[in-house]
Structures are given as C-alpha cells and as structure tokens.
C-alpha cells in the first residue's frame, strides 16, 4: 500500500526539493515538543496525587518528545490518543521501562529502529536492543526489542499482533501488569516443579517448568490466540489451556 506522498506505482523517481530535508525535521522537532510537553503536563497530572508530580512529569514527557519525533502516535484514528494518554498517565511505570529499552535500542550498534513498523503504529520497534532471550522478542511497555527480519512474513505478524497484544496489555493494566505477569511466573515456576515431580510427564523438567511459567501465562496466552499460535510449540502437549483465549487476528 502506497503512503501519502509516496510516488505511485510505476511512476518515475523525481528529487527531492532543496530544503525538503529541513523542513521535514522541523515538523518533526515541532511534534517532539508539543507532544513532549503534553505528555509532561499529563504525567504531572497522573503523578500529583501520589507525590511523584515530578518523576511522572520528566518519564512521560521524555516519551513524548522521542515518540515525537519518531512520529509515533497515530492521531487520525482513537488508537492513537489513547495510546498516548495511558503511556503518560496511568501506564507511566511500563513507559519508564519503555525509555530503558528504547535507550538500549538506541545506542546498541545493531539495535536497528524499524520506522516502517513503529510510525503511526503507536509503538517502537527495534530488531535487536534489549534482547535477554536469543531469538525471542521482548516488549516493554511500548518498545518491541528483537522484531528480526521485518522483510520476513513471521517476524512482522510476530510484532503487528503477539508483542502488539503486550503492549496494550501494558498500558490497560498499567503497574500492575509486571506484578500480575511477574506473580504468575513466579508461581507458575513453583507448580511447574510439583507437576514435573508427582505427575512424572516424559518431559524435561526445564521445559515442563516454562510450559507452567511462561506458556500457561494467561497474558501469553492471550498474545498466542491472538496471534493464531496455539498451542505453541515449545508448551509441553497436553499441559494446560487447550483452546485459544480469544479469536485469532485476521488481517484483511
């Protein structure tokens, strides 16, 4: 699909005005500004209440004015407004460990920001940065670290629907989603060792530990249904959910 002011289709190549460029990054510095300081003014607001005016203010705002000027936010449609209010209001402490994984990305050598998924998709997208896990994408907050290969079909549903369902997981539940996530890890990992013990599945106790923990999450749970990947491969077959949560995404 062409974008606005994309040539069309067989249409020869002209040049770019002289001074296109500049004029181009003065929008987008005018962006960075004015959603920087609309993200401050929201973050203080959200923050006040609890004492963190301050702290909520500089995340929010320091969000704002990268996702500016990266052209982030779509403001055309309600995704896009709403995506910015929660990442400056009650979704701030993921945005907080957004920053963290977009500075990653940003002076990683082979971080690689992928503007064609990330602008007006309400997200950041690196193929690389913070990537504790080889081969498997993690998103915080509204980064997606670890996308590989956009021109492959996998890796772009990968990020357009499984870490895409994260990230609004992210800001619906806001601070709580790390605690919610995190608990279920814990305890997941917890009864995944009982499992492993009393009921001697012709497992790994490794992979009967991740099935519980990781795989039975119900926050990737859902991300896999969404994603039209359940079960996963990696679930041990038989353990746990055996439908998907929700429908799968169908693209159009």
């Not at 705002?61 to 407004?81: E, K, M, Q, T």
């Not at 806001?174 to 890890?185: E, Q």
């Not at 679930?235 to 929700?246: E, H, S, T």
Request: aromatic fraction near 12%; glycine fraction near 12%.
């Amino acid at each position: 699909m062409a974008h606005a002011g994309d040539p069309e289709p067989g249409a020869e190549p002209t040049e770019s005005p002289a001074g296109a460029a500049p004029a181009a990054s003065r929008v987008r510095l005018v962006e960075a500004l004015a959603v920087g300081s609309l993200g401050a003014l929201f973050g203080i607001t959200a923050g006040r209440p609890f004492g963190l005016a301050v702290p909520f203010g500089l995340i929010a705002g320091l969000n704002g004015a990268v996702s500016g000027w990266r052209r982030i936010y779509d403001w055309r449609c309600s995704h896009g407004p709403v995506a910015f209010t929660l990442d400056s209001t009650w979704a701030v402490p993921m945005t907080s460990a957004a920053l963290f994984a977009n500075a990653i990305g940003t002076v990683s050598r082979s971080g690689g920001f992928i503007a064609e998924l990330s602008a007006r998709q309400n997200r950041h997208v690196f193929r690389r940065g913070f990537t504790p896990r080889r081969g498997f994408a993690i998103t915080l907050g509204n980064v997606i670290s670890g996308a590989g290969d956009p021109a492959k079909a996998s890796r772009r549903r990968l990020v357009t629907v499984h870490e895409a369902v994260h990230i609004w997981q992210a800001r619906w539940f806001g601070p709580l989603f790390p605690f919610l996530y995190g608990g279920w890890m814990v305890a997941g990992g917890l009864v995944g060792s009982v499992v492993w013990v009393t009921r001697r599945w012709g497992e790994p106790f490794a992979k009967v530990v991740e099935s519980c923990a990781y795989y039975l999450n119900p926050f990737e749970w859902w991300a896999y249904s969404r994603d039209d990947h359940w079960p996963p491969n990696g679930k041990v077959a038989g353990l746990g959910w055996r439908r998907p949560m929700v429908r799968p995404f169908r693209a159009s």
